[in-house]
């Protein structure tokens, strides 16, 4: 199925096999989502803002402006995240060894405590990262407007702009997906049981399979 509206917003959805959607706004904002052995979405504007989530058992995701902030995750046997800007600000933690290293120019701090073993990043209050290790989760955010989050136990991600823009994506028994733009468009996939897609567009566009 493919819906089209002033080849502005698009969907996309294939076979039972590939299972994928892609929403777009010329070449601004896009997702796609291929389920059964890939599991991967991918949200753009342009080389700004994106996500990648990959398989069962790679699990990443990144985040990143340009070249100035990106994180990235893998699960299971390696549990590292990154956080960059240039080479002014970055985090990397370990499972199998575990360390940490934060530096900045201006605002170097690092926080380690070792009965809950989180680590803590900011910059004026405006960019932080915080790892717990027995919920195993991080946030990141620019003031208020962009963040992710991402729980082991839960296998959840979250990107927000302005709180209009967002992404999420359950655990195994739920992955779904939705996006949403000042709340009146929206996409949701759900588990591998459910499958089912939604496309709405003022309430009154809307795809479900």
Same mark, same amino acid.
């Given at each position: 199925?493919?819906?089209?509206?002033?080849?502005?917003?698009?969907?996309? @959805?294939?076979?039972?096999?590939?299972?994928?959607?892609?929403?777009?706004?010329?070449?601004?904002?896009?997702?796609?989502?291929?389920?059964?052995?890939?599991?991967?979405?991918?949200?753009?504007?342009?080389?700004?803002?994106?996500?990648?989530?990959?398989?069962?058992?790679?699990?990443?995701?990144?985040?990143?402006?340009?070249?100035?902030?990106?994180?990235?995750?893998?699960?299971?046997?390696?549990?590292?995240?990154?956080?960059?800007?240039?080479?002014?600000?970055?985090?990397?933690?370990?499972?199998?060894?575990?360390?940490?290293?934060? %530096?900045?120019?201006?605002?170097? $701090?690092?926080?380690?405590?070792?009965?809950?073993?989180?680590?803590?990043?900011?910059?004026?209050?405006?960019?932080?990262?915080?790892?717990?290790?027995?919920?195993?989760?991080?946030? @990141?955010?620019?003031?208020?407007?962009?963040?992710?989050?991402? %729980?082991?136990?839960?296998?959840?991600?979250?990107?927000?702009?302005?709180?209009?823009?967002?992404?999420?994506?359950?655990?195994?028994?739920?992955?779904?997906?939705?996006?949403?733009?000042?709340?009146?468009? $929206?996409?949701?996939?759900?588990?591998?049981?459910?499958? $089912?897609?939604?496309?709405?567009?003022?309430?009154?566009? $809307?795809?479900?399979?």
């Amino acid at each position: 199925m493919t819906l089209r509206s002033n080849i502005h917003h698009f969907m996309t @959805l294939e076979t039972e096999e590939h299972h994928f959607m892609t929403k777009g706004t010329d070449t601004h904002k896009l997702m796609a989502l291929v389920s059964d052995t890939h599991h991967f979405m991918t949200l753009g504007s342009d080389t700004h803002q994106f996500m990648t989530l990959g398989t069962d058992t790679h699990q990443f995701m990144t985040l990143g402006t340009g070249t100035h902030r990106f994180t990235a995750l893998e699960s299971d046997t390696h549990q590292f995240s990154t956080l960059g800007s240039d080479t002014h600000q970055f985090m990397t933690v370990g499972s199998d060894t575990p360390f940490m290293t934060l %530096g900045t120019d201006v605002y170097p $701090f690092m926080t380690l405590g070792s009965a809950t073993q989180f680590m803590t990043l900011g910059t004026d209050a405006h960019q932080f990262m915080t790892l717990r290790n027995d919920t195993q989760f991080m946030t @990141l955010g620019s003031e208020t407007h962009q963040f992710m989050t991402l %729980g082991n136990d839960t296998q959840f991600m979250t990107l927000g702009t302005d709180a209009h823009q967002f992404m999420t994506l359950g655990n195994d028994t739920y992955q779904f997906t939705a996006l949403e733009t000042d709340a009146h468009q $929206f996409m949701t996939l759900g588990s591998n049981t459910r499958q $089912f897609m939604t496309l709405g567009s003022d309430t009154h566009q $809307f795809i479900s399979s």
